[in-house]
């Protein structure tokens, strides 16, 4: 699927004294089938942005287009636009409410008309998909630990087999295990069923080792938007935000301070130990990971 945003703009309390203006003239286009990270600081207008993909947030100035179909036109069907774009909020475990794990994850795809054994079907093996297996599936989801509670939240969304899948702060708050966890599971059903995938984040750990492009928005402007590698070498303009960058591109880059002759766009541990191997051990060395 692909979502497009032409020179969209919103402001909260338009016209009173608390006016915030959170998106500034965002224009942004997200092709079919790609893995995209949108990083920016507290306050910077990420969730906003991302509310408007789904149609949750009317445009008040500019345009969205899903698929080409304009969220602002009356005849675009925007139950099928939110079935389509799944939107997984900040901390969604604070929408489960059901008293099974499967019937909380059921829940959509019955809304959606499927009846009640295809519903228990869809919502089992999205469940499967993040990791959970059956033996929680009885169990109430407010029982399990912080990390397996995200998860159900998360299949809640996957169960009604949206073709985007948009991820806000999916691993905000989950020990270095389970966020770990939750970024393989995500890669793989972005592999497994071709779906396309925006992931808001604020680990730039978490983005070096999964997204292929970086969308960086800073008070509510989209400031930078390239290949990852590309972003993470523009040190100084992301410290600037008070953003940072992974600590291995920051090793990196000390090291050619040092006057070591490594190259500094280098994202995961693994290129990391290559790279010093080669530069500084000689070629044809290897470092042990
Ligand atoms: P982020 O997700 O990047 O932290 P948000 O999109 O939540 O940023 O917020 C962007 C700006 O809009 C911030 O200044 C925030 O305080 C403000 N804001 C967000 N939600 C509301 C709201 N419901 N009412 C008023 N202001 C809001
Ligand atoms: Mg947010």
Redesign the pocket.
Known sequence: MSIETVSLSYT??QGSP?E?R??DRVSVKIGDGEFVALI??????????V?HFNGLIKPQSGKVLVDGMDLSDRRTNLRQVRRRVGLVF?YPEYQLFEETVLSDVAFGPKNLGHDESESRELAAAALRAVGLDESIFERSPFDLSGGQMRRVAIAGVLAMGPGTFVL?EPTAGLDPRGRGDLLKHIVKLREAKNITVVL?SHSMEDVAKVAERVMV?NR?RIEMDGPTKDIFSRVDELEGMGLGVPQVTKLMRVLKQAGKQVREDVLTIDEAASEIARACLGAGSRARV
């Open positions: 909260y309390n608390f915030v959170a998106l920016g600081p507290t306050g910077s207008g990420k969730s906003t942005l509310q900040q806000d808001v928005i509510g």
